[in-house]
């Protein structure tokens, strides 16, 4: 620590850290442009000017920059000295030489930094008279709208996009003060991050698209602090709602999760909350009854054969709920039969295993990477970014040893240069991380375990061997051993999403030898949706068993929970199922496949409309909370399973009176989950007697928004389940973490306000940081290591082991119905190795029929390089390919058209 003198007032300081960042931490006023807590000090925009006195009796002092300059014992600067201030308003006046000053109509009106710091600085009056420079702005597709003529070069846009996220299609072009910021030509940005620049940005250069076509003033959206469903990630967001329709996502600051940063997906995907395709109203197809709540509590008091199917992306409440009225017995995790058999393996691997689940944060602080059978940046996007941050830890040391700071960016890189640190990528095809990686292996995902089994038993012993690796592959696996037993702090990383079990194995067992030492390892599993951990720590059948039951009469009324079922498991199987079934019940917030065959449907509320717990990869259980209340009909899920029960004379239900008491219900059936009632403050908390207000004090048009209604504002909705409003009126102060509906403070409306919220800059919010981890390492010097190793991969002759190739717009079941979303997803295609296609004869676009159990789907040819021969690969997700079991065996033959025909079926 060093004691520093700031006017004259004796701060206790980090020695060494930038004066920029101390002074943000300390709520002292001092304006910055090119300045990023994640993207660290270039000193480019000149902005920060502040008086350094090298004494005393040092009257005059020096102009330096704050964010260039380390904290020293015994310093004496002044950010209020005549000089500095005079300093720091010349140099935003010639920024707003070329700004086009139309504030009034710029999308970042009313929360941008721009106005903020000019505001800050006392500049009000420009003397330029002459011409301004302008520029053509591009279309950079439908996520982002661009405005070059706003730009004021603080470099921000371009330290982002290329140096943090690893894009390539974005630049700056020019010279001096003749700069332009963008794509060489007019496209789609390229990058799965890209939607971060509207934050970035500090001025209206990059604005929201999605926003602009429902455009609402930034102090008329009402917020709550939610959690990204889009994902297994659980990234923190603050959605935004205006007339009952939600208007954009901001990302929600959390210093352990998702940082200041969130992919597009979890960005953009929230269009499927304003769908034509929601569920508005309660359906009885059967015409039985006017009443759908008391016809669906009827045939539960009736006990028709009760059961029920679970969701991994409804809340924890809600599964619980479900679970609680049909009877633990009879309740189903409504996963395919591959899902569940990969989640226990994920779940029994967290939880008896010696390798510490990380946080998004903990990745970033790891030095060597071992990622093995997973696409990082199509399943778990947010982790892939904090990836890209841990394969530069090893080069910054570099830096580190010839005294540079970590946060001076600029001379970091200029020592780095494009050095990585090790970062091995084992997977069936080619990443987007690839460019970071020390050493790729293309392989199918039996030689992907075989590689990882490999490389645990180099790095203990005592871990089983693998016999009949070819050189490379062993040679292979002794370097990633010697990168991960060198590293300070290594992490393997796998998942789901390629569908062995036998890959999670591997990693585990090369997790769990680096702890056999004595060390600590990280272990990153990344699971396929926003709750699937949390489903998978209830206890609860598998979908199979459940058709098992209605298809020998043991079941008679199915409810689904927030699930379509045909994306989980075979066409023919599903629709003998809800066909058997004498009475079909589904919630559920949109229609699709499941909804239009049930003889009941309920609305739901979506995350926007609903309060809830989520348990992410890490194991962190989450709260997230409704931005408006759900509109006629609508509720959320686990209040119409209270409302059955109780309708039904379940007790149990009556006492479910709010979202608190289903949590302590849960919490004390599942010893897991008895933190869970402790990740965010009571319904009954009072700051001051006061609510926390979900709308700003600056909302406007109260009587207006119900005007159709009644000229009179009604009375605001009642919240019995959180401490929120939904008004204006309530503590004017800064709420606990998990409660902070939006980020603003007094001359801070843009995002840059966060550091107001944060214990110091760039550190964790006052409080803590939202959520609670659930599962901790194990304490086991000896590990139970996985021992069934899979025969490698031998291709057949005329077949091919068809995989899943997830998408990050596409596979994801919810984000795929929002507009800007959908403009992305790829059309359905089966990709093979060229050569494997040479052979063949098949050309690229040419149709194939694919004929998977049964079913037959035309599908055109993809020529995919980096695919092993004799694999294939078709994308994950995509509605028109929906219950498809892979991996799979596939076939091809010649029919007597001379077309190719490819027959998929199961090994």
């Known amino acids: 620590m060093a004691m520093i003198y700031i006017d004259g007032q004796p701060r206790e300081v980090e020695r060494g850290q930038n004066l920029l960042q101390i002074c943000l931490s300390l709520n002292i006023n001092l304006p910055y442009f090119c300045w990023h807590p994640a993207l660290g000090s270039v000193g480019a925009c000149r902005q920060c000017a502040i008086k350094q006195f090298k004494d005393r009796d040092d009257t005059r002092g020096r102009i330096v920059m704050a964010c260039m300059t380390p904290a020293e014992d015994g310093m004496l600067i002044s950010v209020d000295d005549h000089e500095a201030r005079d300093f720091r308003a010349s140099v935003i006046e010639w920024l707003m030489v070329n700004h086009p000053h139309d504030c009034p109509v710029c999308d970042e009106g009313g929360e941008c930094h721009l106005q903020d710091m000019t505001v800050m600085t006392g500049h009000d009056y420009r003397e330029f008279r002459f011409n301004k420079r302008t520029h053509r702005n591009q279309d950079l597709g439908p996520f982002i709208h661009h405005e070059m003529n706003r730009c004021i070069a603080c470099y921000r846009c371009v330290r982002f996009y290329r140096d943090y996220a690893g894009g390539r299609d974005f630049d700056v072009f020019g010279a001096h003060d ?211 941050q841990a394969a530069r830890l090893q080069p910054m040391r570099l830096a580190e040893k010839i005294k540079i700071p970590a946060w001076n960016d600029a001379a970091v890189r200029a020592v780095i240069q494009d050095r990585k640190g090790p970062f091995f990528i084992a997977a069936p095809q080619a990443t987007r991380l690839d460019d970071l990686a020390t050493r790729t292996y293309r392989a199918a995902h039996g030689d992907l375990a075989r590689l990882g089994f490999a490389v645990a038993h180099v790095l203990n012993p005592e871990a089983p061997g693998v016999n009949n690796l070819t050189d490379e592959v062993l040679s292979l696996a002794e370097q990633i051993a010697k990168a991960l037993k060198e590293a300070v702090r290594p992490l393997v990383v796998s998942g789901t999403s390629c569908g062995s079990e036998a890959v999670i194995h591997a990693a585990a067992n090369v997790a769990w030898a680096i702890c056999g030492q004595g060390r600590a390892a990280d272990l990153c599993l990344t699971p396929p949706e926003c709750n699937s951990l949390g489903l998978a720590l209830l206890d609860g059948g598998e979908l199979a068993e459940a058709f098992q039951a209605v298809r020998e009469g043991r079941a008679g009324t199915v409810i689904v929970l927030e699930n379509d079922l045909y994306r989980r498991a075979e066409l023919s199987a599903v629709d003998e199922f809800l066909h058997t079934a004498k009475h079909v019940v589904a919630l559920d917030s949109l229609e699709n496949d499941t909804t239009k065959r049930a003889e009941v449907i309920l609305p739901a509320a979506t995350f926007a409309e609903a309060d809830g717990t989520l348990v992410n990869n890490e194991g962190r259980a989450q709260r997230f909370y409704s931005v408006f209340p759900p509109a006629g009909e609508i509720r959320e899920s686990w209040r119409w399973l209270r409302d059955i029960g109780v309708a039904a004379g379940k007790p149990e239900a009556r006492r479910w009176e709010n979202l608190d008491a289903i949590s302590a219900a849960l919490a004390r059936e599942y010893p897991i989950f008895e933190s869970i009632t402790e990740i965010a403050p009571p319904a009954g908390l009072r700051i001051a007697g006061q609510k926390i207000p979900r709308q700003p004090h600056r909302y406007s048009g109260r009587t207006a928004v119900h005007a159709h209604i009644n000229v009179s504002e009604p009375k605001p909705p009642e919240d019995c389940d959180s401490p929120l409003s939904f008004s204006m009126e309530g503590y004017p102060g800064q709420p606990p973490s998990a409660l902070i509906p939006r980020f603003w403070a007094p001359g801070w409306n843009s995002v840059q306000s966060v550091t107001r919220f944060q214990a110091e ?87 194939l029929d694919v004929k998977v159990c049964g079913v037959t789907r035309s599908l055109p040819f993809k020529p995919m390089p980096s695919l092993p021969r004799g694999v294939a690969g078709m994308p994950a997700g995509l509605p028109q390919l929906a219950g498809l079991a892979l991996p799979a065996w596939a076939k091809i033959a010649v029919d007597n058209r001379g077309q190719r025909v490819a027959e998929l079926g199961h090994d």
């Not at 944060?361 to 890209?388: H, K, M, S, W, Y």
């Not at 939202?770 to 139970?784: F, S, T």
Request: proline share 5%; net charge positive.
């Open 178 to 388: 003749a700069v332009y910021f963008g794509r060489a030509s007019d496209g789609v940005l390229e990058n799965e991050f890209s939607g971060n620049l509207v934050e970035v940005c500090p001025t209206g250069v990059f604005t929201d698209k999605t926003l602009a076509q429902h455009y609402t003033r930034k102090w008329d959206l009402q917020t709550a602090p939610s959690v990204c469903v889009h994902c297994g990630a659980g990234c923190n967001t603050i959605p935004g709602e205006r007339y009952g329709t939600l208007r954009r996502i901001r990302n929600r600051y959390n210093h352990q999760v998702n940082g200041y940063f969130l992919c597009d997906r979890g960005r953009y995907g929230y269009e499927f909350v304003n769908s034509e395709q929601r569920i508005r109203k309660a359906v009885i197809r059967s015409g039985e009854s006017p009443n759908a709540l008391e016809y669906v509590a009827a045939l539960v008091s009736k006990n028709e054969r009760l059961i029920g199917i679970g969701s991994p992306r409804a809340s924890l409440e809600a599964n619980f709920a479900l679970r609680a009225l049909v009877g633990s017995d009879r309740f189903f995790h409504g996963i395919s039969a591959a899902d569940s058999r990969l989640m226990k393996a994920v779940v029994k691997i967290l939880r008896a295993g010696p390798a510490r689940s990380p946080s998004v944060r903990d990745v970033e602080q790891c030095d060597a990477v071992l990622i093995l059978g997973e696409d990082v940046t199509n399943t778990a996007p947010r982790i892939a970014l904090a990836l890209r």
């Open 761 to 847: 800059a760039g550190g964790e919010l006052r409080g803590g940081d939202p959520g609670r981890r659930l599962i901790e390492p194990a304490v086991n010097d000896k590990p139970h290591y996985f021992r069934e190793i899979p025969a490698a991969f031998s291709p057949r002759e005329g077949s091919w082991l068809v995989l899943s190739i997830h998408h990050i717009f596409g596979s994801e079941e919810l984000s795929i119905r929002s507009g800007s979303i959908a403009q992305l997803t790829p059309d359905p295609y089966v990709a093979l190795h060229p050569e494997d296609a040479a052979r063949l004869g098949v050309r690229e676009g040419q149709t």
